[in-house]
């Protein structure tokens, strides 16, 4: 595989970095419609829990080098 230049190295991260605000958004959406239905208890809703701190986790990093949303 050939390098890549720093401009695509570049646009890279700002594609993960908007796939992770993403995934994020869904995650948050799936857990308020769980939480509605009063299934805020299950596998399904502790599950996406933990997806969900492994994102903000991920987000929060790039926000340490100054990446925000």
Do not use: H
Not at 6 to 13: D, H, I, K, V
Not at 19 to 33: F, G, H, S, T, V
Not at 56 to 69: H, M
């Amino acid at each position: 595989m050939s390098e890549m230049t720093n401009e695509e190295r570049l646009a890279a991260y700002d594609r993960m970095y908007a796939d992770l605000l993403k995934e994020r958004d869904k995650i948050l959406a799936d857990m308020e419609r769980l939480r509605a239905a009063g299934k805020n208890r299950g596998v399904t809703y502790q599950q996406l829990l933990a997806q969900k701190l492994t994102v903000q986790n991920l987000v929060g990093r790039f926000e340490i080098y100054g990446i925000k949303e």
